[in-house]
Nanobody
Framework: QVQLVESGGGLVQAGGSLRLSCAASGRTFSTYAMAWFRQAPGKEREFVTDISGSGGNTMYAGSVKGRFTISRDNAKNTVYLQMSSLKPEDTAVYYC???????????????WGQGTQVTVSS
């Protein structure tokens, strides 16, 4: 069983930056692909980015490509999401997820964090 705990959310002005962290329990962290999803009020949960277990492969949604960067530190069992040039439309609850498959499909992920709120003011 893997437990995921996100942190780092908050309120930021448009154009600003935030870094989210997701700390994972367990000794097999490096075998899991990790992803970030987000859900805005009244909208479906959407894929943001993911990273393979080794960190060698990453994938981004078009809406965040060039502004967000995912990374991981397997020695610390932590995945990060660096968000820059934030826009009001990035406002959402951001969820960390872990799974055996490197994919953008949310149902493929076995473990989810509780979410952290990111609010971008205009």
């Amino acid at each position: 069983q893997v437990q995921l705990v996100e942190s780092g959310g908050g309120l930021v002005q448009a154009g600003g930056s935030l870094r989210l962290s997701c700390a994972a329990s367990g000794r097999t962290f490096s075998t899991y692909a990790m992803a970030w999803f987000r859900q805005a009020p009244g909208k479906e949960r959407e894929f943001v980015t993911d990273i393979s277990g080794s960190g060698g492969n990453t994938m981004y949604a078009g809406s965040v490509k060039g502004r967000f960067t995912i990374s991981r530190d397997n020695a610390k069992n932590t995945v990060y999401l660096q968000m820059s040039s934030l826009k009001p439309e990035d406002t959402a609850v951001y969820y960390c997820a872990g799974g055996r498959l490197y994919t953008s499909v949310p149902s493929a992920y076995d473990y989810w964090g509780q979410g952290t709120q990111v609010t971008v003011s205009s």
